[in-house]
């Protein structure tokens, strides 16, 4: 089993992070209980080359939708789950909306 995505739990440090790492970011929102969130996590998230591009590359952060409701709604988050990049300084790059296989998410990240 490859290591895990460390995904931080909160998004102002992890921008924090990111402009003090100068490392892009991503966020990932998502709805427990979603079942296309769920299979996301299953056969993505442990992909081994998913996992070394977003610890090595990127500042990784999971959160969960109705937790964060005031951010999904400034960031206009629609769906879950849905994957957004964003440059150190905090602005969105790259947005994509559901399921994305290992090679699809890692041509989102490039």
């Given at each position: 089993?490859?290591e895990?995505?460390?995904?931080?739990?909160?998004w102002p440090?992890a921008?924090?992070?990111?402009?003090?790492?100068?490392l892009p970011?991503?966020?990932?929102?998502?709805?427990?209980?979603?079942?296309?969130?769920?299979?996301?996590?299953?056969e993505t998230?442990?992909?081994?080359?998913?996992?070394?591009a977003?610890?090595e590359?990127f500042?990784?952060?999971r959160?969960?939708?109705?937790?964060n409701l005031?951010?999904?709604?400034?960031?206009?988050?629609t769906?879950?789950?849905?994957?957004?990049?964003?440059s150190?300084?905090?602005k969105?790059?790259?947005?994509?909306?559901?399921?994305?296989?290992?090679?699809?998410?890692?041509?989102?990240l490039a």
């Amino acid at each position: 089993m490859p290591e895990a995505i460390n995904w931080r739990p909160d998004w102002p440090a992890a921008l924090d992070e990111a402009q003090k790492s100068n490392l892009p970011l991503i966020l990932e929102i998502y709805l427990e209980g979603c079942p296309v969130c769920a299979r996301l996590a299953r056969e993505t998230h442990t992909d081994a080359g998913v996992v070394q591009a977003l610890n090595e590359r990127f500042i990784p952060v999971r959160l969960e939708a109705r937790e964060n409701l005031d951010l999904a709604h400034e960031l206009n988050v629609t769906a879950a789950p849905t994957t957004l990049r964003f440059s150190p300084e905090g602005k969105e790059t790259h947005r994509v909306e559901g399921f994305q296989s290992p090679e699809e998410y890692l041509t989102g990240l490039a």
